[in-house]
């Protein structure tokens, strides 16, 4: 089955500096990719995803990117802000499957 | 935006006790799930349901757990005889159809296990 692979499981980064948050995934039939954002106590939260047949995405200040070849993708942040602290978590599902396979989680800390 | 919601928020049960979570998808969603992160974890698959059945389940997903939809809203989530290990955060989520892979998860419940 599919297993995804996270790293790093911290981070800390400066206010203003970006952050990048990595992800690897085994089995190439994966066609999707989300990232969740989950603040202490909360509920994951969506905050960006790509399929397979796209290789960059950006929202605002949030990309992400996919290289299928290498089975891995990426969650770029730039600007960072204090509410950017949170952990994060990749996942990837395979076409035709229900279930998400998530990563470990990175937990991201924006230092003022 | 629409929200899944759950309850309870915290339920404290001793082992060898049934617990019942409760979820109520979003309205038009099809398709929904039960996930459970124990703490400090990765957030893990139980069970996906669609079309009043069980469309998919992990190894977690044994005899003692159960699903179910009772009514046209509430999702349910049954451990029959609590353990201790059964302690996590449980979250419902929904989606809305095959082809909308946008995942919306619940706030979550946190089972102890004592």
């Known amino acids: 089955g599919e297993n995804v692979e996270q790293h790093p499981s911290t981070l800390s980064v400066q206010e203003g500096d970006s952050a990048v948050i990595k992800c690897t995934y085994s089995?190439?039939?994966?066609?999707?990719f989300p990232w969740y954002k989950q603040e202490l106590g909360k509920r994951p939260q969506l905050i960006i995803d790509i399929r397979s047949n796209v290789g960059e995405k950006k929202d605002q200040r949030i990309a992400v990117t996919l290289n299928k070849t290498a089975k891995h993708f990426s969650l770029h942040i730039t600007e960072t802000q204090p509410e950017d602290s949170a952990v994060y978590f990749c996942?990837?599902?395979?076409?035709?499957?229900?279930?998400?396979?998530f990563g470990q989680g990175t937990r991201l800390t924006i230092n003022p | 935006e629409p929200e899944v919601t759950q309850t309870p928020s915290h339920q404290v049960t001793q082992m060898g006790q049934e617990v019942i979570l409760r979820c109520v998808p979003i309205?038009?969603?099809?398709?929904f799930y039960w996930y459970r992160q124990i703490l400090g974890q990765k957030v893990e698959f139980l069970v996906s349901f669609y079309n009043n059945e069980i469309s998919e389940k992990s190894e977690i997903f044994d005899d003692q757990f159960s699903v179910e939809r009772p009514d046209g809203s509430n999702f349910t989530l049954k451990i029959r005889s609590t353990k201790l290990e059964d302690s996590a955060m449980y979250f419902c989520?929904?989606?809305?159809?095959?082809?909308?892979?946008?995942?919306?998860f619940g706030s979550g419940t946190q089972l102890s296990v004592l």
């Open positions: 309205s038009n969603h099809l398709y």
């Open positions: 996942a990837a599902k395979i076409q035709g499957a229900q279930k998400l396979v």
């Open positions: 089995d190439s039939a994966s066609n999707y």
């Open positions: 989520a929904s989606r809305l159809t095959g082809v909308v892979e946008k995942l919306f």
